[in-house]
């Protein structure tokens, strides 16, 4: 089974950038699409962005397009998400997701491996 660690949350002003990372472990990293999901307090987990096996397709939620990159270094075992111009509404524990199969999907409950997530606070 796949471990995955994610890093980089932390306290940001509004209009401040971060970049998130996660790192996995104990099985091949370049067979699972990789995926970013974000959970507010008191609300549902939600899709924020995914990316394919090799990186050269990428997904993302449509009020995050524009904002947000996602990617991957497959030698580095490790999936990125650069988040800039943040704004307070971004703040949440930002979770990372990996699946073994071959479209990413939207739905948090389609990905079967999670790591422990890392928060991001945006101050206004």
């Known amino acids: 089974q796949v471990q995955l660690v994610e890093s980089g949350g932390g306290l940001v002003q509004a209009g401040g950038s971060l970049r998130l990372s996660c790192t996995a472990s104990?099985?091949?990293?370049?067979?699972?699409?990789m995926g970013w999901f974000r959970q507010a307090p008191g609300k549902e987990r939600e899709f924020v962005a995914a990316?394919?096996?090799?990186?050269?397709?990428?997904y993302y939620a449509d009020s995050l397009k524009g904002r947000f990159t996602i990617s991957r270094d497959n030698a580095k075992d490790t999936v990125y998400l650069q988040m800039n111009s943040l704004k307070p509404e971004d703040t949440a524990v930002y979770f990372c997701?990996?699946?073994?199969?071959?479209?990413?999907?939207?739905?948090?409950?389609?990905?079967?491996?999670w790591g422990q997530g890392t928060q991001v606070t945006v101050s206004s």
């Open positions: 997701a990996a699946d073994f199969g071959v479209v990413a999907k939207q739905e948090p409950n389609a990905w079967p491996h």
């Open positions: 104990g099985r091949t990293f370049s067979n699972y699409i």
């Open positions: 990316i394919s096996k090799t990186g050269r397709s990428t």
